[in-house]
């Protein structure tokens, strides 16, 4: 009797640790991602108040993905080595001297510097966190724990910008990075509330958390392959979708006011559908399932955003890409975090996020490409029928797996 007592203190005791640990690493990265997305509107008002060119502008808004391109496999093993709480904590810390750097530091040489900063630390942050949370549980609590991580999120890419606008309103640029820097002060200061798996070292060695281990992992693993290949796709449709909408509905020289809904109606659905991700899987009957109709929505919505200028067609296409957006990514994660054991977690999570961030930076760049050649209506479908053959290919490849 005195075990089954005993057994029920520890399982209760260690319940209570994950949801504290959960808490503090989404406040902590909610704090982050209002930084992050504050940055997204400040940077190029600060870079057009110096002079910049859009070509410089492009340079120095590209920065920031520098970083991550190069050391986000390398960082998944400081994370083992180190544990989630000493690099989110540090990587905070980072943060912190980039927007002090922006804020003290007035030109371009503080500017690129801070966005290389922010980048990385962003990086290390995301990072860090996810590897603390797919150590939190199993099957459809670990579902359930991305999917409303995700979702908070979301409420600091909502929050952020409007934020961003009323400092810059108010004081211009001249606090906005002070402002940030206190965000994210506050963000590394709630790490210091994670406990004991958060605090956790792992040993592993260069062969468990190398970039030849990892590509040995996308050959072997199909887990990780299929969660590279839809974080892959959907970070593709909202580097297309966030990049050009706004710039095809101004072409249609549609208000600001419903451009603004426009695009912020993808996020706000997004948001809405992720806590649903765990319930959302049970019914598709699986996470493969869950995946085609994650892929197929954000195909569709993609593939007819530019074949009509009927406001209430666009808004329902946009919705449908704010579903499969708002589904690949904790989805990507909850599937990477479950097909690979502890020890090799953080890395693969780090080559999940370095796809992740490469994508981010082409998928304008091909996109404008397509608009170069073909013009709206004909680059939105082709970027649809793209994820349309990346669909199928999923549906032959791992339709038959037990994922």
């Not at 990587?91 to 900063?117: E, F, K, N, P, R």
């Not at 592993?204 to 290949?229: H, Y």
């Not at 050009?244 to 603004?260: H, W």
């Not at 050649?373 to 290919?393: E, K, P, R, V, Y």
Request: glycine share 12%; net charge positive; hydrophobic share 55%.
């Amino acid at each position: 009797m005195q075990s089954n007592h005993s057994s029920h203190r520890d399982s209760s005791g260690r319940a209570s640790e994950a949801s504290q640990n959960f808490f503090a690493v989404c406040l902590s990265l909610t704090l982050c991602f209002v930084v992050y997305s504050m940055l997204i509107v400040a940077v190029p008002v600060y870079g057009l108040q110096l002079g910049a060119s859009p070509l410089v502008l492009g340079a120095v808004l590209s920065a920031q993905y520098l970083l991550p391109l190069v050391l986000a496999i390398p960082l998944g093993g400081i994370v083992s080595r180190f544990g989630g709480r000493a690099t989110l904590l540090a990587g905070a810390g980072i943060m912190v001297a980039g927007l002090l750097s922006m804020h003290a530091w007035y030109g371009y040489a503080g500017l690129v510097t801070g966005q290389l900063l922010v980048g990385l630390a962003h990086l290390q942050m995301v990072l860090a966190a996810q590897t603390i949370i797919s150590n939190l549980g199993t099957g459809q609590r670990l579902e359930q724990y991305f999917g409303w991580y995700a979702t908070w999120l979301s409420g600091g890419q909502v929050i952020g910008p409007l934020l961003a606008g009323v400092v810059l309103k108010s004081s211009g640029t001249q606090y906005v990075f002070l402002v940030m820097a206190l965000f994210a002060l506050v963000s590394g200061v709630v790490t210091l509330r994670l406990t004991g798996q958060a605090r956790e070292r792992i040993h592993v060695t260069r062969q468990q958390a190398g970039f030849r281990a990892q590509w040995q992992l996308v050959g072997s693993n199909r887990g990780v392959q299929l969660s590279i290949l839809v974080t892959v796709l959907g970070m593709f449709a909202l580097g297309v979708y966030g990049s050009y909408l706004p710039v095809y509905l101004e072409s249609l020289a549609i208000s600001p006011l419903i451009i603004g809904v426009l695009v912020s109606l993808r996020a706000g659905v997004s948001m809405l559908v992720r806590p649903f991700m765990a319930r959302i899987i049970a019914l598709a009957g699986g996470r493969v399932p869950t995946v085609l109709l994650s892929l197929g929505t954000l195909a569709t919505g993609l593939a007819f955003l530019g074949a009509s200028e009927q406001l209430l067609l666009m808004a329902a296409l946009a919705m449908l890409v704010g579903i499969g957006s708002g589904l690949t990514q904790p989805l990507s994660m909850v599937i990477l975090a479950e097909s690979v054991e502890r020890e090799r977690r953080a890395g693969a999570l780090g080559m999940r996020l370095m796809a992740n961030r490469a994508v981010h930076f082409l998928a304008p760049l091909f996109f404008g490409l397509l608009l170069e050649l073909s013009g709206f209506t004909l680059a939105f479908a082709a970027s649809g029928i793209l994820i349309g053959f990346a669909l199928i290919l999923a549906h032959r490849l791992f339709s038959s797996g037990n994922l």
